[in-house]
T-cell receptor, first 111, second 113 residues
């Protein structure tokens, strides 16, 4: 069975500071890993994904994520946070078919 | 591309009534997923289809819930009879072949009173 853990319910960061949202996963076989963002009253929007290749993946809105196979982690990062980045972030893992989401991390960027 | 289209966006219904939520996946996508999101339980996978065939419905809460996909461009999630605890946001999502990105609709916000 596959699983995703987002250990932090909420992350607070000052505007302009770097941010990290943590994710660890468990899956048999090669992982397909994703990050999504959800703004209030909206659906989940795709940010980026890792399938194979470079361990550092770049995505939308200046976000990037680092795949670490030995630590089974896929942390989301951004060098300089914006107030508009405040939202709910979900990590997800997919095997051949099924997609499993983490519980979500609320990111609060403080002006 | 129009994206995943869900209807209705909002529905308020009385306990005991039948509710039907509709979804049009992105054209060419052969996977379709139904999720439910609540504050208490987060995002739950209810059921998913591949090429219109239900693959895993283990997340469907009980017999009151049913889902169909009569063709590649349409799916329904039905709740009959509805109960207040069914109040949630129901998302439909679709993707191409396995391993690929799934794309979400804007959700159907259901309130059962």
């Amino acid at each position: 069975a596959q699983s995703v853990a987002q250990p932090e319910d909420q992350v607070n960061v000052a505007e302009g500071n770097p941010l990290t949202v943590k994710c660890t996963y468990s899956v048999s076989g090669n992982p397909y890993l994703f990050w999504y963002v959800q703004y209030p009253n909206r659906g989940l929007q795709f940010l980026l994904k890792y399938i194979t290749g470079d361990n550092l993946v770049k995505g939308s809105y200046g976000f990037e994520a680092e795949f670490n196979k030995s630590q089974t982690s896929f942390h989301l990062k951004k060098p300089s946070a914006l107030v508009s980045d405040s939202a709910l972030y979900f990590c997800a893992v997919r095997d051949d078919q099924k997609v499993t989401f983490g519980t979500g991390t609320k990111l609060q960027v403080i002006p | 591309d129009a994206g995943v289209i869900q209807s209705p966006r909002h529905e308020v219904t009385e306990m005991g009534q039948e509710v039907t939520l509709r979804c049009k996946p992105i054209s060419g996508h052969d996977y379709l997923f139904w999720y439910r999101q609540t504050m208490m339980r987060g995002l739950e996978l209810l059921i998913y289809f591949n090429n219109n065939v239900p693959i895993d419905d283990s997340g469907m809460p009980e017999d009151r819930f049913s889902a169909k996909m009569p063709n590649a461009s349409f799916s329904t999630l039905k709740i009959q009879p509805s109960e207040p605890r069914d109040s949630a946001v129901y998302f439909c999502a679709s993707s191409r072949t396995s391993g690929n990105t799934i794309y979400f609709g804007e959700g159907s916000w259901l309130t059962v009173v």
